[in-house]
Nanobody, 120 residues
Framework: QEQPVESGGGTVQTGGSLRLSCTTS????????VNWYREVPEKQRELVAEITSKGSTNYAESVKGRFIVSRDNTKKMAYLQMNSLKPEDTAVYYC??????????????WGQGTQVTVSS
């Protein structure tokens, strides 16, 4: 599994939408969970959404009903559809891929991040 690469960030007005993409060239992407995090200066990185290797999803309360996480294992890609964006969604968004290898041992990769700015 190789480092994922995010794309799709940008600047959008309040109420707008963006779709982030996360791609990896790893041949066993389908065995990895995909997590989307976001980070703003001086705050802890926040888990926004996750999709397991089996397709189960989970969302932070702050984005439930607005964001949708999905994946396409045939393309080795994951997506974060962000709707009804708010200024407080402004952050650098990171994709990470993770697989549990053994009790207490994970194989974890982080992308470089993509900036999302929501203007009021």
């Amino acid at each position: 599994q190789e480092q994922p690469v995010e794309s799709g960030g940008g600047t959008v007005q309040t109420g707008g939408s963006l779709r982030l993409s996360c791609t990896t060239s790893g041949t066993i992407f389908r065995f990895y969970d995909v997590n989307w995090y976001r980070e703003v200066p001086e705050k802890q990185r926040e888990l926004v959404a996750e999709i397991t290797s089996k397709g189960s999803t989970n969302y932070a309360e702050s984005v439930k009903g607005r964001f949708i996480v999905s994946r396409d294992n045939t393309k080795k890609m994951a997506y974060l559809q962000m709707n009804s964006l708010k200024p407080e969604d402004t952050a650098v968004y990171y994709c990470s891929t993770v697989r549990k290898m053994a009790p207490g041992v994970v194989d974890l990769y982080w992308g470089q991040g993509t900036q999302v700015t929501v203007s009021s």
